[in-house]
């Protein structure tokens, strides 16, 4: 299926086959999370690598800013919001906290969609998914 001049993790190789899965059932936007270092960008570089070698089109990226890490209760993520509007590109008006549950998640191989659905973290990520979906429509 694909090949690549970099070695993929079998969890890698895994989600690329979920998201042809995905695309193969007609859901045109999939959203890939995993901890930071987990190859995200590897993942979409060996797709995109491997719609080139097809001759096919490589998907079409709209760039976002999001407010990621925010401090709860501190200015900081405002004042982010502040110095970045000078650019092009749109801040989402969803951020994601700076919160224990993220490293929680990580350490149990799972979301916080999965560990905790009603957390203020999961709460996040369903916003910014929300935002997100808008955006590709």
């Known amino acids: 299926m694909l090949s690549t001049t970099f070695q993929l993790r079998p969890y890698q190789i895994e989600s690329i086959k979920k998201i042809y899965h995905h695309w193969g059932n007609c859901r045109k936007r999939v959203m890939l999370q995993l901890p930071t270092g987990g190859g995200k960008t590897c ?14 089109k490589v998907l079409v990226l709209k760039s976002v ?15 982010v919001v502040e110095a970045l509007s000078g650019y092009e590109i749109p801040v989402l008006k969803s951020a994601v906290c700076q919160r224990i549950v993220f490293a929680e998640s990580a350490a149990t191989g799972m979301t916080v969609l999965e560990t905790d659905s009603k957390s203020a973290a999961a709460s996040e990520i369903k916003a910014l998914v ?7 429509e």
């Open 65 to 79: 800013f999001v407010i990621n890490r925010k401090i709860v209760n501190t200015a900081l993520g405002r004042d």
């Open 43 to 56: 993942i979409f570089g060996a797709i995109a690598c491997d719609f080139t070698r097809r001759d096919e």
């Open 130 to 136: 929300d935002e997100l979906m808008q955006i590709g």
